[in-house]
């Protein structure tokens, strides 16, 4: 598929141009500051990051075996995990 006769493209193609042409003559620092994170949205980051972070740390590993679920060593292990998270996280 060729679009040699479609008389919209070149319309279209002006206007993606007359768009970008000022985004090209941008410096380093006014690129930075258009395209950086307000605080908001570093806090949101932030505050998703450590939730994502505290479920992922909080859930037990996902084993099958109920014989091993109910070894010491398992239980020793998400014990272990409980009380760091507890220190760490709360």
């Given at each position: ?61 996902n ?10 060593v ?17």
């Open positions: 598929m060729t679009f040699n006769n479609d008389p919209l493209l070149p319309v279209f193609v002006n206007e993606v141009n007359s768009q970008l042409q000022p985004l090209k003559k941008l410096t380093k620092e006014e690129e930075s500051a258009l395209f950086a994170l307000t605080s908001d949205q570093k806090k949101l980051v932030a505050e998703s990051d450590y939730r994502a972070k505290f479920d992922y740390l909080s859930s037990p590993p084993v099958a075996s109920a014989s091993v679920k109910s070894t010491e398992f239980k020793s292990i998400t014990n272990r995990m409980k009380r760091r998270i507890d220190s760490n996280f709360k």
